[in-house]
T-cell receptor, first 114, second 113 residues
Framework: DAKTTQPTSMDCAEGRAANLPCNHSTISGNEYVYWYRQIHSQGPQYIIH???NNETNEMASLIITEDRKSSTLILPHATLRDTAVYYC???????????????FGQGTILTVHP | DSGVTQTPKHLITATGQRVTLRCSPR?????VYWYQQSLDQGLQFLIQYYNGEERAKGNILERFSAQQFPDLHSELNLSSLELGDSALYFC????????????FGPGTRLLVL
């Protein structure tokens, strides 16, 4: 699985958009970008994933650059409950022989301020 | 609530002892994963089972073992416990073996004294 690089920490004001970047310059063509978050020692929570097209769900939007070497997770209207560690993970999706292992890096600590 | 349950929530034991952590996956999920989260190592994948069979192994110590039962619940057995085994242990589940979306339980916090 490709290695990812994320900023150690970020701040965001409540109600504003939080944009969390992730670099994955060695990503392969069959690898997906996944985002999970972990709120203070709770179990990680799946947010969104994508291959090359931008994706949106009820939680967030995922913007992947055309060369796929980086992506941005967008929380459109951050709330205090979005304070968490956000993990960007790159792994093979439905193709290939890789199984279900998720490799978590250090992630980005997002702090949402009132 | 992810639908994945783990028991117990907290466990305090002594070095050299053996403990068993239990996980019930979401209804319909066939794959179970175990992860360890310690302060110095972060979240690390231990092992995966799919429909009762071991599918992938990570950095799991030989003192640790796991199994998945016919009703799909899973147990993680930790023996000859050491201080360094103190950590949060998470179980996750997914429908398919490749685990595109994994749903995590609340974890078991293990403290070895």
């Amino acid at each position: 699985d490709a290695k990812t690089t994320q900023p150690t920490s970020m701040d965001c004001a409540e109600g504003r958009a939080a944009n969390l970047p992730c670099n994955h310059s060695t990503i392969s063509g069959n690898e997906y970008v996944y985002w999970y978050r972990q709120i203070h020692s709770q179990g990680p929570q799946y947010i969104i994933h994508g291959l090359k097209n931008n994706e949106t769900n009820e939680m967030a939007s995922l913007i992947i650059t055309e060369d796929r070497k980086s992506s941005t997770l967008i929380l459109p209207h951050a709330t205090l409950r979005d304070t968490a560690v956000y993990y960007c993970i790159v792994r093979v999706g439905t193709g290939g022989t890789s199984y279900g292992k998720l490799t978590f890096g250090q992630g980005t600590i997002l702090t949402v301020h009132p | 609530d992810s639908g994945v349950t783990q028991t117990p929530k907290h466990l305090i034991t002594a070095t050299g002892q053996r403990v068993t952590l239990r996980c019930s996956p979401r209804s319909g999920d066939l794959s179970v994963y175990w992860y360890q989260q310690s302060l110095d190592q972060g979240l690390q994948f231990l092992i995966q089972y799919y429909n009762g069979e071991e599918r992938a192994k990570g950095n799991i110590l030989e003192r640790f073992s796991a199994q998945q039962f016919p009703d799909l619940h899973s147990e993680l057995n930790l023996s000859s416990l050491e201080l360094g085994d103190s950590a949060l242990y998470f179980c996750a589940s997914s429908v398919a073996p490749r685990g595109e979306t994994q749903y995590f339980g609340p974890g078991t916090r293990l403290l070895v004294l």
